[in-house]
C-alpha cells in the first residue's frame, strides 16, 4: 500500500459515503479499536466530523481524557477484523493482538494508525459540549493518509445486525456540488 | 413499490450506511427537496438523526421557520432526479415538478414525502441549539416507512464531485453490534 498526504479539502470524500470505521486511541498506554459508523462530516475546511460514540465504550473514556484519535478506514478485505473490533472490549482483549493489525506511528497526534487500512485521518477533539447529551464528540482533522491507488475503496457499510453493504461500483453524474 | 410501517427502532439501519438522502420541507405552502449527505444516526430509539445543512440553502430556513421534514432516502434508479436536486435551488425551482418527483402527504409532519424513494423518515426537529455554531439540526424521527420489496436498496453515497458510490453486495458476518 502506497500511501499518500491527502489534502485536509479533501477529507469529506472519504467520509460522506458512511464507510463503517476504526477509530483509535491512545490511553495509559494502551492502544485500543473501536468499530464505529455514527459519524458525519461538519465542514469542508478544516474538515470537522462530528462522532457519536456511546459512554459504555471503553474508547469514550480515552478520547474524553486524551482527545485525539486516529480515524482509520477499512475495505471489505478487513471484514473480519472490522467485526472483531465491533465484538470486543479494549477492557478484555489487546485488539491489535487479537486482530492481526498492525500499529503505525501517526505524525500529529499520540494514537497509531492502523496499517492495514486504505485510509488514516489523524483527528483532535474541538468540542465536547455535546458529549454530556448526545455523546456527540466534533473532531478536527488535522492530517490525512490515503492509499494513492485505492480509487474506488470496497468500504463497508452497516445496515444493522452484522449485515454490511460492501461498496459497488461508481457512476458519475454532472454535478455542482462539492 | 409496497410501503410498510417501519419499527422506529430499526430506523438506524436506513441511514447508518451514509446514503444520499432528500430532505422535503414545506414552507410558506411551497414543498422543497434537497440532497444531503451530511447525517449521523445519534441514537436508536426514539431514533435521533443529526443533520448539517448549510445556512445558504433554501431548505435551512424552512427546516429552522417549520421545525419538520421528510428524510426521503432514493436509490440508484433517482440519481439523475437526485443530483439535479442537488443542483438546483429552491428559490428558483420546483423541484418536484422538475425532476418528475411526486410528493405524496405524510402521516405526522407537514412536508410530503417523495413516492419514488424506497424509504420516507417524518421527522422533528428537536434540537436547535448547534445550529448557529455547526448547522446541526438534531431531529427525531417519529413516523418511518419503507418498501416491503427493497431487501438490499442500491442506495446512492457520495464520494464528492458526482461520484457515487452504489451500495454493492451484502455480507453478513457474525456481530455482537446492533
Request: charged share 20%; proline share 7%; aromatic share 6%.
Amino acid at each position: 500500500m502506497r500511501k499518500r498526504s491527502l489534502p485536509l479539502s479533501q477529507v469529506y470524500r472519504l467520509l460522506e459515503p458512511g464507510p463503517v470505521v476504526l477509530v483509535t486511541t491512545l490511553h495509559r498506554a494502551r492502544a485500543n479499536v473501536m468499530a464505529q459508523s455514527w459519524h458525519t462530516v461538519m465542514e469542508f475546511e478544516p474538515p470537522l466530523v462530528g462522532c457519536v460514540v456511546g459512554a459504555d465504550n471503553h474508547s469514550f473514556a480515552a478520547l474524553k481524557a486524551t482527545r485525539e484519535c486516529v480515524i482509520n478506514i477499512p475495505t471489505v478485505a478487513l471484514a473480519r477484523q472490522t467485526v472483531g473490533c465491533g465484538n470486543t472490549s479494549g477492557r478484555d482483549v489487546d485488539k491489535f493482538a487479537a486482530f492481526g493489525l498492525t500499529p503505525k506511528p501517526a505524525s500529529e497526534v499520540a494514537p497509531p494508525m492502523i496499517a492495514e487500512c486504505y485510509a488514516s485521518l489523524e483527528a483532535r477533539v474541538v468540542d465536547t459540549r455535546m458529549v454530556n447529551r448526545y455523546n456527540l464528540f466534533v473532531l478536527e482533522v488535522v492530517k490525512a493518509w490515503v492509499d494513492a491507488d485505492e480509487k474506488d475503496p470496497r468500504t463497508l457499510h452497516h445496515r444493522g445486525r452484522g449485515r454490511f453493504m460492501v461498496a459497488g461500483e461508481t457512476i458519475h453524474l454532472p454535478s455542482r456540488m462539492k
